[in-house]
């Protein structure tokens, strides 16, 4: 089975933390997943990975970092069992990004339109997805951190036969400006 890519921006802050610790509430049986933003969704390459990769370091370093604020919590009910926390700021960049980078060997007719967020977790039913959106928003509401988070650095990453996702590569933007 061909492998899918994806390209991320981890979220280490402290938002990205709370996140994470929100998601193991949620639904504790899940692996660990890092906090991220996704600017390409999983796909399968047209390529090699090497060419992605040079893909994205030379089309990366030309884009200009930019931040991104978080809103509230939602769900893509009825399309997918995804509970998600909403780009309020940044999604512009983010759809200028995702469209910029997906050609060449990371070109992918995707399944659904881009939406920019930050996923807590993926249930396996609707009903399962509606009670884990309760209570999500009930613990974002309680979060008094900072929701702006910097994208200067994006992580190129591969799907493992476990599920898990390996770092293949980092790239910054801006590196070429």
């Known amino acids: 089975m061909p ?8 979220v280490t802050s402290p938002v990205g933390q709370f996140v994470e610790a ?6 504790p049986a899940l692996p660990h997943s890092a906090a991220h933003l996704s600017i390409l969704p999983p796909r399968r390459l047209r390529g090699t990975e090497v060419e992605a990769l040079e893909t994205l370091r030379t089309l990366c370093g030309q884009a200009l970092p930019f931040d991104v ?7 893509f009910l009825p399309v997918t069992t995804t509970v998600y926390v909403r780009v309020l700021e940044g999604a512009q960049s983010m759809c200028s990004l995702h469209g910029t980078l997906a050609t060449g060997a990371l070109e992918f007719q995707e399944e659904w339109r881009y939406t920019p ?3 807590i977790v993926k249930m396996e039913t609707p009903e399962a997805a509606e009670s884990a959106l309760a209570l999500a928003r009930s613990l974002w509401m309680g979060y008094e951190g900072p929701r702006r988070v910097q994208v ?20 910054s933007l801006g590196a070429q400006r």
């Open 3 to 10: 492998r899918r890519y994806a390209l991320v921006a981890y």
């Open 22 to 27: 929100l998601r193991r509430e949620v639904h």
């Open 69 to 75: 604020v978080l809103d509230d919590v939602a769900t």
């Open 117 to 119: 967020h930050l996923t």
């Open 152 to 171: 200067t650095e994006l992580t190129f990453v591969r799907e493992e036969d476990d599920g898990t996702w390996r770092d293949l590569g980092r790239v």
